[in-house]
């Protein structure tokens, strides 16, 4: 069956630092990969996202890049700020109906 | 407009009572989720459907029973609740395998 296995939190950052949260994934054929992010008390929204191989999805400075050669989605932001805190979730799609989601990551940003 | 809205926002309750959550979306999406939160932020699916029909069903106590009345629709009914179905739950909706659309969660309490 597919998998997502994403970094262990929780994540602690100082303001601008570099940031990498690490997801791999399982999956038969080549599926659609999303990051959730999750803030304080809010459901889940989608950050970004990558239908197919060498896609790129970016938003908000935060980057992941879908490389057919690898089951590799990590995601990346230059320099974090205090309003990035919350959860992240990594995610694969493959047929309707049938989600994957990573355990979730949590980041503090501290100023 | 709530493209995915879940009723009640918050659900405090005794051990042995029966409750419902309504989930609506108004996005036309074909697959619809229910998805289980714990304390930890572990996200765990419960149950998808896809045009009314049960794609997914989880390792769920049968005490948990969703019902989907038309597309829009996805309805969770929880008989003799326990301490441990405290969480938040959270419906979705996604259309064939692009991004899940959320709604802002269901904080159960059963005391």
């Known amino acids: 069956g597919n998998s997502v296995t994403q970094m262990e939190g929780p994540v602690t950052l100082s303001e601008e630092a570099f940031l990498t949260i690490n997801c791999t994934y399982t999956?038969?054929?080549?599926?659609?990969l999303f990051w959730y992010v999750q803030y304080p008390g809010e459901g889940l929204q989608l950050l970004l996202k990558?239908?197919?191989?060498?896609d790129k999805g970016s938003n908000k400075g935060f980057e992941a890049t879908y490389r057919k050669e690898t089951t590799f989605f990590h995601l990346e932001k230059g320099s974090v700020q205090v309003s990035d805190s919350a959860v992240y979730f990594c995610a694969l799609n493959t047929n309707a109906g049938k989600s994957t989601f990573g355990d979730g990551t949590t980041l503090t940003v501290k100023p | 407009d709530t493209a995915v809205s879940q009723t009640p926002k918050y659900l405090v309750t005794q051990m042995g009572n029966d409750k419902s959550i309504k989930c609506e979306q108004n996005l036309g999406h074909d697959t619809m989720y229910w998805y289980k939160q714990d304390s930890k932020k572990f996200l765990k699916i419960m149950f998808s459907?896809?045009?009314?029909?049960?794609?997914i069903n989880e390792t769920v106590p049968n005490r948990f029973s969703p019902k989907s009345p038309d597309k829009a629709h996805l309805n969770l009914h929880i008989n003799s609740l326990e301490l441990g179905d405290s969480a938040v739950y959270f419906c979705?909706?996604?259309?064939?395998?692009?991004?899940?659309?959320f709604g802002q969660g269901t904080r159960l309490t059963v005391v």
């Open positions: 979705a909706s996604s259309q064939g395998v692009l991004e899940a659309f």
């Open positions: 990558a239908t197919k191989a060498d």
């Open positions: 999956a038969t054929g080549y599926p659609s």
């Open positions: 459907y896809n045009n009314k029909e049960l794609i």
